[in-house]
């Protein structure tokens, strides 16, 4: 990956290494372009992210880090926020960052991708829930707060798959998603999760190379060693769908990088 836009520090209290540590595997995994989005603050699911107090400190280690590195590789600055009605905040979505991804992990305050909640689908209809889920993204989409896609397909997590045409229950959400102008991540994390495939499968990403919606890629690294895990198959699955090219923003303004 040329691009890596999505990636953890201490600060979220579920994730490992300093970010010097982060930045050097980066670099060795020749990643041009990297960046940190942090799980934002919010007055809900407090435990698995950084408080308002430490927003100041988060970003100014991250600016730090990009004079540190500025001759081997250029650092980027972004928030991981929960699209969650009702939490989500003016102080982060008012952030000086280069982007902000928007991301669905509750479905009714459901913490879904949580293995702690995860007995909570034995008392679901997975058709049903798939489609909570994706409403929810496209309700994200058409807030326009957001740049980014996070992990577009996060409720197959657990292996729990509809018996539904997965792209008729996606089809709103990525119309709103174009609509909106966002990218998508090919996010990685989803080959270290039960599911062992990327964020999003392979059938959704030729939806969305269908509507012209542009790509980006993330790590979504909770540890340095995951930084760059398995970027040769995401790239590889980009082309073969189609791209050619991949986003990255500065200050919330999309450019476009060849892959």
């Not at 308002?52 to 280690?61: I, K």
């Not at 989409?141 to 397909?153: C, P, Q, R, T, Y």
Request: net charge negative; hydrophobic share 40%.
């Amino acid at each position: 990956m040329i691009v890596d836009l999505h990636n953890h520090t201490k600060f979220c209290n579920h994730a490992d290494g300093e970010i010097y540590e982060y930045i050097e595997r980066a670099i060795k995994c020749n990643i041009k372009y990297f960046g940190f989005s942090e799980h934002a603050p919010m007055n809900f699911d407090e435990k698995y992210r950084m408080s308002f107090e430490q927003m100041n400190q988060y970003e100014q280690n991250i600016l730090d880090a990009r004079e540190t590195y500025k001759d081997k590789i250029e650092i980027l600055l972004g928030y991981e926020v929960d699209y969650l009605k009702g939490y989500m905040d003016e102080r982060v979505l008012n952030a000086d960052v280069d982007y902000l991804i928007g991301s669905v992990h509750f479905i009714d305050e459901w913490g879904f991708d949580n293995p702690e909640f995860i007995g909570n689908y034995e008392h679901q209809d997975i058709d049903e829930i798939w489609q909570k889920y994706f409403n929810a993204i496209e309700d994200m989409a058409n807030s326009k707060l957001f740049d980014i896609v996070g992990h577009l397909d996060l409720i197959k997590i657990f292996k729990f798959v509809p018996k539904k045409d997965i792209t008729e229950i996606a089809k709103n959400a990525l119309l709103a998603i174009k609509k909106a102008d966002m990218s998508i991540e090919i996010n990685v994390a989803g080959l270290r999760k039960p599911i062992g495939e990327i964020y999003p499968s392979a059938v959704l990403l030729k939806e969305i190379k269908k509507l012209d919606i542009p790509i980006t890629f993330a790590s979504d690294a909770h540890k340095p060693e995951q930084v760059g895990l398995f970027s040769d198959e995401a790239v590889k699955i980009a082309k073969n769908i189609g791209y050619t090219k991949c986003a990255l923003y500065r200050k919330r303004k999309k450019e476009f990088i060849d892959l």
